[in-house]
């Protein structure tokens, strides 16, 4: 029974990580850099310069951060899947 807590919570935790990734890859950094910097460009106040280049490196870093935050959570999933088999 334990065997299959683990390969549940494993693949669990891989399906987690992806919705993760693609959730802080797209979601946060591609569309929010790019609201970001059409926001302040289109701002009626004085532009400021740090925003721009903010929302320009969220764009630039999205694919990154995305597999990063989406390994932080697929790589303990395999390890859980792989020792489940290895006890199996």
Known sequence: MEITMKIVLGVGLIIAGIVLGCYVGIW??????????????????????????????????SGLLGWFSAFVLIIPGFTLIYKAWEDY
């Open 28 to 61: 946060v950094c591609f569309v929010g850099g790019l609201a970001e910097v059409i926001t302040e460009a289109t701002s009626p106040n004085a532009i400021v310069a740090m925003n721009i280049a903010e929302g320009i490196a969220k764009v630039l870093f």
